[in-house]
């Protein structure tokens, strides 16, 4: 039977994906920073590990106790939206040590074991942001763009080995905790004014009017399925949009 091991699964796409790889047979290692009862379903074949992508240690310990896995989904993320300028440089530094170099870290913890056996799945979560001209979200986009340059190189680098990478690309989800994990810095909830430094206000009215306003939107099934679809593709393709919104932006592209 086989096991994956999912980063960032306490709620939204990683919470998800884990119930649906459990639904399907799989053993399934749900890690989060976190770790709290009653987001998934007691099984014998899921099991949750505390595991902080920013931390070295928990890393190690985690893949320890996680034993032989055959794919990795690295979905851990932390979001942030609002006008470059009125962003702190230690946030940029928070979202790049979680979005681009914890996921360097856990592939890298995983690596070893794949090449050795000969086969394996690193499936990195992304977003579609990647895939359009996305305001309000520079460096958010930044870190997430630099894991799909580190994931089309670094699937080149395994393929003789017989292990694949591949990057999924979420939409946008109006139920996830998105915005909430973005309140590190902004709170959705307030004015916008708190949301970007002045002159940005009427720039970021028509931008998250027209963000709302769409007709296509991403859910958290949609991610969970197309993750599945990746770990199980084997026609060496390299990105896969998630959700109708992404994959409209990605055909335009």
């Known amino acids: 039977m086989n096991t994956v091991l999912i980063t960032g699964t306490s709620s939204g796409y990683g919470a998800q994906t884990a119930r649906y790889f459990h639904s399907q047979g799989w053993n399934v290692i749900a890690t989060m920073r976190s770790p709290r009862s009653g987001v998934l379903p007691e099984s014998d074949r899921l099991r949750v590990l505390q ?54 870290a856990t592939t890298h913890a995983v690596i070893p074991q794949f090449r050795e056996r000969g086969s394996g799945v690193i499936v990195n979560v992304t977003s579609s942001v990647v895939l359009g001209h996305m305001p309000l979200s520079a460096a958010y986009k930044a870190s997430k763009t630099a894991i799909e340059g580190f994931t089309s190189s670094l699937a080149l680098e395994l393929a003789g080995f017989g292990v694949s990478a591949k990057t999924v690309e979420p939409g946008s989800c109006l139920s996830t905790n998105f915005a909430a994990r973005a309140t590190n810095y902004v709170d959705l909830t307030e004015s916008l004014d708190e949301l970007v430094p002045a002159p940005y206000v009427p720039f970021a009215t028509k931008s998250l009017g027209d963000f709302l306003g769409q007709d296509l939107f991403t859910t958290e099934s949609d991610v969970a399925r197309t993750v599945w679809q990746a770990v199980h593709d084997t026609t060496g393709r390299l990105r896969f949009p998630a959700g109708p919104d992404a994959v409209r932006l990605d055909q335009a592209k």
């Open 51 to 104: 595991l902080d992508v920013t931390d070295q240690d928990s890393i190690d310990a985690a893949f320890a106790a996680a034993g032989p896995i055959d794919a990795l989904v690295n979905n851990a993320g932390i979001g942030s939206i609002g006008a470059f300028e009125g962003t702190p440089l230690s946030r940029v530094r928070e979202i790049f040590e979680t979005n681009t170099f914890g996921v360097m």
